[in-house]
């Protein structure tokens, strides 16, 4: 049995037939093709399949859709705009913050958020906001320093 919930995807009004058991993740790779959040864990521990919903970080692979119908989501996808990657796109690159790259999405989504809250984080606020994301391939000091590179790319474009 599915309902259909509608709801605001990366800008767009945007409607989707859910199962009751669905979550945020499986209904963004099934239903609309967005691949940035994954599921990793299953459990919610490691922040892949970070989403915001509200402006809210969620663990998509934990988060129901349904609960998502009335509501605005937003994915890594839309931080590029146009092809051009966001401040915190770039210096993930240009750090090697990226290693594999399968908890990219989910860091780069955390510490955009991060720096819209706070501009200019030491490494220990960074460290602290981006507790709930792990890298396996441990790329952290290239991670820390991406985050305080894309704060002064930020700061230098306003």
Do not use: W
């Amino acid at each position: 049995m599915t309902r259909t919930i509608r709801f605001t995807l990366n800008g767009e009004k945007v409607a989707a037939a859910v199962a009751a058991h669905q979550t945020i993740v499986e209904v963004l790779r099934d239903s609309f093709d967005l691949f940035g959040a994954r599921e990793s864990c299953a459990q919610g521990l490691c922040g892949c399949c970070t989403v915001l919903v509200d402006d809210t970080a969620v663990s998509g692979c934990l988060y129901l859709a349904a609960f998502v119908d009335g509501k605005s989501v937003t994915t890594v996808e839309q931080l590029a705009v146009d092809g051009i990657l966001s401040p915190v796109q770039e210096a993930f690159l240009e750090a090697g913050a990226t290693q594999c790259g399968f908890c990219t999405p989910g860091f780069v989504l955390m510490a955009s958020q991060l720096l819209k809250e706070h501009p200019d984080p030491d490494d220990d606020e960074i460290r602290h906001y981006l507790s709930g994301n792990l890298c396996r391939c441990a790329a952290y000091p290239e991670i820390v320093k991406a985050v305080k590179l894309a704060a002064g790319k930020m700061r230098a474009r306003t």
